[in-house]
Each structure stands twice: as C-alpha cells, then as structure tokens.
T-cell receptor, first 110, second 115 residues
Framework: KQEVTQIPAALSVPEGENLVLNCSFT??????LQWFRQDPGKGLTSLLL?????REQTSGRLNASLDKSSGRSTLYIAASQPGDSATYLC?????????FGTGTSLTVIP | GAVVSQHPSWVICKSGTSVKIECRSL??????MFWYRQFPKQSLMLMAT?????????EQGVEKDKFLINHASLTLSTLTVTSAHPEDSSFYIC???????????FGQGTRLTVV
C-alpha cells in the first residue's frame, strides 16, 4: 500500500525566506502528484499538479519537482509571505486513488 | 480552476438524526467523486469513492450503512450520515475529478457537530 510522508511536520520561517517542503512516497508506480494548500477549517486548494511524465511545475512563487525513481517531490516557495501560512499537503495519485501525506504546517512570521 | 461546491459548510444536529451533505461540480462533469473525513491536525482519510450511476466503493472500516453515498448525476454526489452520533463529529470534504488521473478539485468542507 502506498505510504506518503511529509517532512517537516511543522515549519516556521521569517518573511522573505525561501523554503522547501518535502514529500516522499513508497510506491513509484504513480500517475500524478498534486500539492494542496489547506487553511484552518477550510477545504483544499490545488496548487500544482505534476503528471508522472513531468519533472516539475511552476506557478508564480511556487515550484514543485517530482522524482519518481527516488519517490520524492519537493515544493519550493520563494520569498515567503505571511499569507503563505497554511498546511501544505501532497497527494500521490495512483489508479483511482489519492494517497495524502500528513501535511506540513507552515507559519511565515512577519 | 474548476469549482466544487460543498453544502452546508457547517451543521449541528442532534444524536440519532440524519444529515445530508451535498457536493457539486459547478463547471465540469465529474466522473468520480471522493469523500474524505479529517480529524483535527490530521490528514485526510478517504471514506469512499463514487462513480456516477454506480454504487460507491467504501474504504475498509467505513460503515456503508451509516455513511450513505449517492452519485446520481455527473455533477452531484451526496453523503448522508445516518443516525448520527457525537463520534461522527468531524470535518468532511469532497473532491471531484473530470477524467481519471487528472487534477482533483476539492469542496470547502463541511464541519459536522453532533450533540
């Protein structure tokens, strides 16, 4: 069974700093990997979708990479802002199944 | 991006009553919808997967008679929590995909409190 792990579980950085969130998965036979953001008490907002044939995707200050062979994905956030404070979840998609990581709680300090 | 609307956003009900939560894809036809449950400070736990016009596939440990899922159209899936108990209190989130293995879009979630 696919297991998805996110490290660190929590991260606190000063505003303006660049940061990297990590996601690892045990089964490399995946279709896609998706990064989400969740604000407290809210649903999920899709940030980036990386298809299995792709190595990375970029959207604004966000860049996500995917290395299927090593079972890893990273989400890079440039020039962090207080509004980036949220929980970030990665999900690995295999077949019709989504496997969610445990999330990284990010706090950006003004 | 596509929009998935979930309603209600929060509900309080008495023990023993039933509660229905709706999940609608507003601007696309969703072949598959997923229902998740999330406990505080934990990740999402998949409850069931539903395909339009067929019975939902429930994850192990999820009671199908308690959590009734209906996916009657390509834009609507409902989750009914029957005979609710306080331990059913949780945050429920739906998601929808248009085509298998494409981007998933999530509803805003429903906070259920059973008193």
């Amino acid at each position: 069974k696919q297991e998805v792990t996110q490290i660190p579980a929590a991260l606190s950085v000063p505003e303006g700093e660049n940061l990297v969130l990590n996601c690892s998965f045990t089964d490399s036979a995946i279709y896609n990997l998706q990064w989400f953001r969740q604000d407290p008490g809210k649903g999920l907002t899709s940030l980036l979708l990386i298809q299995s044939s792709q190595r990375e995707q970029t959207s604004g200050r966000l860049n996500a990479s995917l290395d299927k062979s090593s079972g890893r994905s990273t989400l890079y956030i440039a020039a962090s802002q207080p509004g980036d404070s949220a929980t970030y979840l990665c999900a690995v998609i295999g077949g019709n199944q989504f496997y969610f990581g445990t999330g990284t709680s990010l706090t950006v300090i003004p | 991006g596509a929009v998935v609307s979930q309603h209600p956003s929060w509900v309080i009900c008495k023990s023993g009553t039933s509660v229905k939560i709706e999940c609608r894809s507003l601007d696309f036809q969703a072949t598959t919808m997923f229902w998740y449950r999330q406990f505080p400070k934990q990740s999402l736990m998949l409850m069931a997967t539903s395909n339009e016009g067929s019975k939902a596939t429930y994850e192990q440990g999820v009671e199908k008679d308690k959590f009734l899922i209906n996916h009657a159209s390509l834009t609507l899936s409902t989750l009914t929590v029957t005979s609710a108990h306080p331990e059913d209190s949780s945050f429920y989130i739906c998601s929808a995909i248009q085509v298998l293995n494409t981007e998933a879009f999530f509803g805003q979630g429903t906070r259920l409190t059973v008193v």
